[in-house]
Structures are given as structure tokens and as C-alpha cells.
Antibody
Framework: QVQLVESGGGVVQPGRSLRLSCAAS????????MHWVRQAPGKGLEWVAV????????EYADSVKGRFTISRDNSKNTLYLQMNSLRVEDTAVYYC?????WGQGTLVTVSS | DVVMTQSPLSLPVTLGQPASISCRSS???????????FNWYQQRPGQSPRRLIY???NRDSGVPDRFSGSGSGTDFTLKISRVEAEDVGVYYC??????????FGQGTKVEIK
């Protein structure tokens, strides 16, 4: 069955970096655009970034543009999110999704 | 950006009774290819979102037939014909026609009276 398993979350100080990973299985990873969506504690869903099938074309939310980088390795069926210059307001559960299926999420807490 | 506005934001319902959630977009969600890229998601407490309905009215595999989606253009509705205890959670609408960004409604919290 389809599985999306995120990892890499944790507690980090403002200004530092973190890299999230999402291991995909059970579907044809290469045929999907893959997204990161985040959810701040007690809040709604916010789209963060997308990478299309070839990993060349990418789009970002204005709130993370210039700080976050999305990438993918189709040989490993894995999606990544490199998060630099983290801010307190980046605190959220980060989900990997193709909008058909969602992972369980990984919590990123930015705090001094 | 397309703004998605859900109502109500809180929906107390009696078990076995119907429920309805509205979602309005700030512009038509009809894509130039003729499709309408509009989905409904359910997020049960402590869980990740799960897609219920895609392209306005298509129910996902495994979704009970008490859930139905309808609408067109800028106005969309999710209906639950008879609410069950397992339907408690937050429901989100999402548009994927005009991107970036993909945008979500604020969420509607369904609870049992």
C-alpha cells in the first residue's frame, strides 16, 4: 500500500538549519509532483513547496522562498526539504504529500 | 492567491443526522483544461489529512458513501448524509487550479452534540 514516511524533525534554534526527508513507496513516485505542507500547532494547513517529476521545476510559498529548498531523488523514491534560517513561525508539523496521500508528518520546533 | 472560505468553522451535529460544509473560492476553480481541481480532506484528531473527495464530486476509494461532494465554479459543498462518531474531526477544502500557491480553507471542526 502507499506509504509516505517523513523524518528529520526536531528542536532547533532560530537561524539554524534542518533537513527533512520523506520516503515513498507503493506508488509510482516519479510520476507525481510532490509537495510539503505544514500545520502550525492548532492551526490549518499551509502549502510550502512542490517539486515536479523531474526535480527541475519547483515552486515555493512566499513565506519560505529563499530559505527552504525542496528536492527529490527518484532513484531512492525520496523527497527532501532543506530548511535554512529557521524562524519561530516555522514551527509546525511538516507533511509530505502528493495530495492523494499524506505522510504522518514530522514535527519541527524552532525555539531558543 | 485564491482565497478559500469555509463555513461554518464549527459544526456540532447529532449522531445520525446530516451535516453540510460550504467552501467558497475567490475566483472560479474551472481550469483551462475544463477540469475543476478542488478536493475535500478529513483530518481526524491526532491524524494526518486524508482525501475524501477529488475534483469536486469523486469519492476516494474506501470513503463511505455517506460522504458526497458537489458544486461548481466558486461554490462547493461537502455533505454527510448521516453523521457517525468516526466522522469527528476537521474538514478542509483545497484548490489546485490556480497555483502556486495551492490553498486551503480554514477548516471546519465537526463534533458530536
Amino acid at each position: 500500500q502507499v506509504q509516505l514516511v517523513e523524518s528529520g524533525g526536531g528542536v532547533v534554534q532560530p537561524g539554524r538549519s534542518l533537513r527533512l526527508s520523506c520516503a515513498a513507496s507503493g506508488f509510482s513516485f516519479i510520476t507525481y509532483g510532490m509537495h510539503w505542507v505544514r500545520q502550525a500547532p492548532g492551526k490549518g494547513l499551509e502549502w510550502v513547496a512542490v517539486t515536479w517529476w523531474d526535480g527541475v521545476d519547483k515552486e515555493y510559498a512566499d513565506s519560505v522562498k529563499g530559505r527552504f529548498t525542496i528536492s527529490r531523488d527518484n532513484s531512492k523514491n525520496t523527497l527532501y526539504l532543506q530548511m535554512n534560517s529557521l524562524r519561530v513561525e516555522d514551527t509546525a508539523v511538516y507533511y509530505c504529500t502528493n495530495f492523494d496521500y499524506w505522510g504522518q508528518g514530522t514535527l519541527v520546533t524552532v525555539s531558543s | 492567491d485564491v482565497v478559500m472560505t469555509q463555513s461554518p468553522l464549527s459544526l456540532p451535529v447529532t449522531l445520525g443526522q446530516p451535516a453540510s460544509i460550504s467552501c467558497r473560492s475567490s475566483q472560479s476553480l474551472v481550469h483551462s483544461d475544463g477540469n475543476t481541481y478542488f478536493n475535500w480532506y478529513q483530518q481526524r484528531p491526532g491524524q494526518s489529512p486524508r482525501r475524501l473527495i477529488y475534483e469536486v464530486s469523486n469519492r476516494d476509494s474506501g470513503v463511505p458513501d455517506r460522504f458526497s461532494g458537489s458544486g461548481s465554479g466558486t461554490d462547493f459543498t461537502l455533505k454527510i448524509s448521516r453523521v457517525e462518531a468516526e466522522d469527528v474531526g476537521v474538514y478542509y477544502c483545497m484548490q489546485g487550479t490556480h497555483w502556486p500557491p495551492w490553498t486551503f480553507g480554514q477548516g471546519t471542526k465537526v463534533e458530536i452534540k
